[in-house]
């Protein structure tokens, strides 16, 4: 199985700021990384496949990067609206999935 | 465009089985694959297993094979996840989550609330 770590645990941030949110793979996993925003008493919503690409409707202020076992998901802009939790999801071995443990932002 | 509806909260007894469905609406389900993934409140996800409904193909996450059951019935566009002699540890939130394929899971139900007690 391969083990997703998120770094930090919590980030406390201001509105504008930027946010740079990290996941690391237990082995390489290629780019078959997807990052996902949990805002408060909903369900998941898909930000970023592929390691870098935007998902429809997400807007540009948020930006993935990396490959192999290093990953970060970086917003820009911080708007109030961003307060979350953000897990990061290989699908390397798919159909199995494994996610991170997830990374709180503070606005 | 498809939306995916979940059935309604579920509270439980242990060694009890739980059946929660998942409903497209506005797609075919037979197009894609769905996973099923389990959030303990406060705690991370967890992916639990998936189904190709137009072979039947499933697939589970190696630790939790023993007591979870996937189905699909394309005539209602319906996917379901059984829950089998559950247990306190099972009380968790269960999302349905549409697979496109080593792209992620790009629309999600709203959750249903599993609660086991006795």
């Known amino acids: 199985e391969i083990v997703m770590t998120q770094s930090p645990a919590t980030l406390s941030v201001s509105p504008g700021d930027r946010a740079t949110l990290s996941c690391r793979a237990s082995?390489?996993?290629?780019?078959?990384l997807a990052w996902y925003q949990q805002r408060p008493g909903q369900a998941p919503r898909l930000l970023i496949f592929?390691?870098?690409t935007r998902a429809t409707g997400i807007p540009p202020r948020f930006g993935g990067s990396g490959s192999g076992t290093d990953f970060s998901l970086t917003i820009s802009s911080l708007q109030s609206e961003d307060l979350a939790i953000y897990f990061c999801?290989?699908?390397?071995?798919?159909?199995?999935?494994?996610f991170g443990q997830g990374s709180k932002l503070d606005i | 465009q498809m939306q995916l509806v979940q059935s309604g909260a579920e509270v439980t007894k242990p060694g009890s089985s739980v059946k929660v469905s998942c409903t497209t609406s506005?797609?075919?389900?037979?197009?894609?694959?769905f996973a099923w993934v389990r959030q303990v409140p406060g705690q991370g996800l967890e992916y639990l297993g998936g189904i190709i409904p137009i072979s039947g193909a499933t697939d589970f996450a190696p630790r939790i094979s023993a007591s979870v059951a996937i189905t699909a019935d394309i005539s209602t566009n319906t996917v379901y996840l059984h829950l089998i002699n559950v247990a306190s540890a099972d009380t968790a939130i269960y999302y349905c989550?549409?697979?496109?394929?080593?792209?992620?899971?790009?629309?999600w139900g709203q959750g249903t609330m599993v609660t086991v007690s006795s």
């Open positions: 592929e390691a870098s």
């Open positions: 506005g797609g075919t389900l037979s197009a894609y694959s």
């Open positions: 989550a549409r697979d496109r394929t080593e792209t992620g899971y790009d629309l």
């Open positions: 999801q290989q699908y390397k071995t798919w159909p199995s999935s494994s």
């Open positions: 082995q390489s996993v290629g780019d078959d």
